[in-house]
């Protein structure tokens, strides 16, 4: 297969993880016969810093013709203190998901056996947590208009959904269900917001089209506690785009794994993989970043491609590099830490 | 000192617990001469169906010449799968908390040593964790217009806050903040939204006039993960309706004590203390329910009227109990399970 992949490495430590993917997607494009051209563009505080802009036109271009974008973070301290700044690293984040259709966010939590102790949660709480959470991306309260009245006094947010954006978000909860426990969650606040009355009621019409799939409902106050008490009885969970940003959020830290947690948004055409953590601009440069993350985000693309073999010797490096301690400080537990290189060289050379 | 106290049972456990509070309060309020007189009145799904809605007019009636109120809890099974039926319990929760003006819920998440076990997060996370989220209870989300536009095809809600009204509850938490450790976190989401950005600009704004507090700003997707990873970390965090909707309910799984946390809600005259706990429908009538919240919240009523001898009197039998064994199934931890009364007749003796 040929592939051409649009890179966009993003702000503080993208850069280095997104190497370290490169890496090891070139180790099994060899083993496997295939052939990636990668595609670098700017993107965030990098992109505004160089072109005044946080997703520039030249790389929605290289973007929208790839076949997937491989993304690493984006994020820069200096607009931290100032959410209002004129151009900020966000928007870009917010303008690349409209502009190439990704409405819909994959996000799986899963724990790695070898990992169970590091979690915040008690181990019999998160044993065979495997959820995977589908967050709406283009829409909502990020989308909606908003601004200000009152000679500023005044602020506001609006919220809004279609019946179509609720189908097509929900249409691929019920075929992942489909491909797992077939079990579905809609996750809302239904006794409130009309926003998801439209939600609860697009799902449950469709519920008949899946008859296999037992669906729940379930408000998203109750969902932030029961995914602290009981991660493990959830699987596939829909919501829309602020719940499934705070509710992924939280998910992360329960399995003790963030760290290595990937991530996919897709829409019609092209696809985004990247690691769901930060920047983390406290460790730009010092060779200390774990790329497990953005390695497992370009293990899921593979298999978005159909390369299941690819991806599944992807994750096996990164499981037999998490047992033989090929890991970042961040895993080490006291024990050596690698460097970011040395974990990808080796994941490189044991895929 | 002579209080007048609105009392609303309300639905499923409510009316349970609701008794053991008054048996406790009249107990606390004998021993150091005081006279409560207690004013009944309906409220939730009893109250739909005894006149047709969930907060009548001679309820409102009641509240508003109250000294202060007693809420157990609302909800009932026959409404939940049907959030577009067109009265529901929760709309007068809603009506109720404009209707009275209770614009500051108060929310404590704190650990009892006895019970640090019974957290799903591990024991060095939590211990000492004693926080207290302000959380703005009459607008945002939930009091903005929404409605249906194209056949019901699409859905609204709009958030809208005014300078004012983040001023107010931001006043009330530099206060609180000023009694305790001078910590305020204020919690938005001003990477993306004009509302958050409101807040945060008048949050700053107010740091000048209270210059001994350290004032933080985080979004809300990563307190969502700090509060499971490290609860302590907090003291003060003061937020909108909605993220405080799902981040006080995330906060109160992580004590272990969900069963026995109080709440508060004030305005400009009438207080309303609760419970955090809901209606618990499938233990209705069994004598089974945990009453102390609800004791624990009677214990901040009488705080809040200055009388902070009798709350602590209370919390100490509380603690008593704790440590006794005198408690409900919920914390018998297989031992000996007392009924709902027996624990309120057990501390009504103890205060
Ligand atoms: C940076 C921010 C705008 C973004 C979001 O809220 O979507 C982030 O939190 C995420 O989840 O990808
Ligand atoms: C019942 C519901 C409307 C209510 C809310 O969302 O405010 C409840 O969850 C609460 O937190 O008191």
């Avoid at 051409?4 to 997607?25: H, T, Y």
């Avoid at 409209?98 to 008690?122: C, E, H, I, Q, Y």
């Avoid at 249409?171 to 609860?200: H, I, P, Q, Y």
Wanted: charge should be negative; charged fraction near 25%; proline fraction near 5%.
């Amino acid at each position: 297969m040929k592939l051409n992949i649009a890179l966009l490495a993003g702000d503080g430590i993208g850069p280095e993880v997104i190497n370290e993917a490169v890496k090891v997607s070139d180790a099994v494009a060899k083993k496997f016969g295939h052939e990636i051209t990668w595609k670098p563009a700017l993107t965030g505080a990098a992109a505004i810093d160089a072109v005044g802009e946080p997703y520039p036109d030249a790389t929605h271009e290289i973007c929208k013709n790839a076949d997937a974008v491989l993304f690493g973070a984006i994020g820069h301290p200096k607009y931290d203190n100032d959410p209002s700044a004129p151009v900020r690293p966000e928007q870009g984040l917010l303008k690349m998901r409209k502009a190439l259709g990704l409405f819909a966010n994959v996000r799986p939590t899963f724990t790695f056996p070898s990992l169970l102790d590091k979690s915040p949660l008690k181990r019999e709480r998160i044993e065979g947590t495997d959820l995977v959470f589908l967050r709406e991306l283009t829409g909502g309260i990020y989308f909606g208009e908003k601004g200000r009245k009152d000679n500023g006094d005044t602020a506001y947010d609006n919220c809004v959904y279609t019946r179509a954006e609720v189908q097509r978000l929900a249409k691929k909860g019920f075929e992942l269900a489909m491909t797992r426990s077939k079990k579905l969650c809609c996750v809302d606040k239904a006794n409130v917001l009309e926003t998801s009355r439209l939600w609860r009621e697009t799902v449950q019409a469709m519920e008949k089209d899946y008859p296999e799939v037992e669906v729940s409902y379930e408000f998203v106050d109750a969902v932030a506690m029961r995914l602290v008490q009981w991660p493990n009885s959830y699987d596939v969970l829909i919501t829309e785009n602020l719940f499934g940003d705070i509710l992924t959020d939280e998910a992360s830290v329960i399995s003790g794994s963030m760290g290595l947690m990937p991530s996919a948004s897709m829409g019609a055409e092209v696809s985004l993989f990247e690691p769901i953590h930060g920047s983390y601009p406290q460790a730009t440069g010092l060779n200390i970043a774990n790329p497990m993350a953005t390695i497992l985000s370009a293990a899921m693309m593979f298999e978005n491609f159909g390369l299941m073999e690819e991806g599944k010797a992807m994750r096996d490096a990164v499981n037999k590099a998490l047992e033989a301690g090929v890991v970042t400080e961040d895993l080490a537990n006291g024990g050596k830490a690698y460097g970011t290189k040395e974990v990808g060289d080796w994941l490189a050379a044991n895929v």
